[in-house]
């Protein structure tokens, strides 16, 4: 399973450290994900990373402003969240990537951005 | 990254079929076979359904079922029940290292 911490209340412009740590899988040999929810909305696709880190991928609106690490050690993945704004308030899952799917999946952690 | 595009919704009656579509272009859907589906109820994490356009997840009722045609995904249905309401996402690599989501179908059980 997954299980989100970290999310909360920030200003704009300010940082927030999201976590996901993971248990009763490999978690060393899956690549990850973020995914995103907006209120209301549907889902977006926010950032992968490869199994052993080396490769990072983002959408287009974090670029720059986000970052995801993992400690295969810890079974942890992360999402380093800088200069948010307003319209990244959302309920953020993590989840892993088995044949360019998302099998398993968080319960979310909230993050708000007032506007 | 542009959406994918679904119905905003999409309706049956107890017993019968319906097939939701998703529809992109060659540079998404219609040129990998990493297209996968999810099921949302309110207040839940998402669900895999169907990955790599037809195949089932584990679990998964065989009354849900994925193909693909050209740039259009499609997730069926069959032999609807109550609790097959709930919001659908289709899912696809569109390459360039890139992932795009649907926008979203609320299926309404009549």
């Known amino acids: 399973q997954l299980v989100e911490s970290g999310g909360g209340l920030v200003q704009p412009g300010g940082s927030l450290r999201l976590s996901c740590a993971a248990s009763g899988f490999t978690f060393s040999t899956s690549w990850m994900s973020w995914v995103r929810q907006a209120p209301g909305k549907g889902l977006e696709w926010v950032a992968n990373i490869k199994q052993d880190g080396s490769e990072k991928y983002y959408v287009d609106s974090v670029k720059g402003r986000f970052t995801i690490s993992r400690d295969n050690a810890k079974n942890s993945l992360y999402l380093q969240m800088n200069s948010l704004r307003a319209e990244d308030t959302a309920v953020y899952y993590c989840?892993?990537?088995?044949?360019?799917?998302?099998?398993?999946w968080g319960q979310g952690t909230m993050v708000t951005v007032p506007s | 990254q542009s959406a994918l595009t679904q119905p905003p919704s999409a309706s049956g009656s107890p017993g019968q079929s319906v097939t939701i579509s998703c529809t992109g272009t060659s540079s998404d859907v219609g040129g990998y076979n990493y297209v996968s589906w999810y099921q949302q109820h309110p207040g839940k994490a998402p669900k895999v359904m169907v990955y790599e356009v037809s195949k089932r997840s584990s679990g998964v009722p065989d009354r849900f079922s994925g193909s693909k045609s050209g740039n259009t995904a499609s997730l069926t249905v069959s032999g609807l029940q109550a609790e097959d309401e709930a919001d659908y996402y289709c899912f696809s690599f569109a390459g360039s290292n890139n992932w795009v989501f649907g926008g979203g179908t609320k299926l309404t059980v009549l």
């Open positions: 989840a892993n990537i088995v044949w360019g799917a998302f099998h398993i």
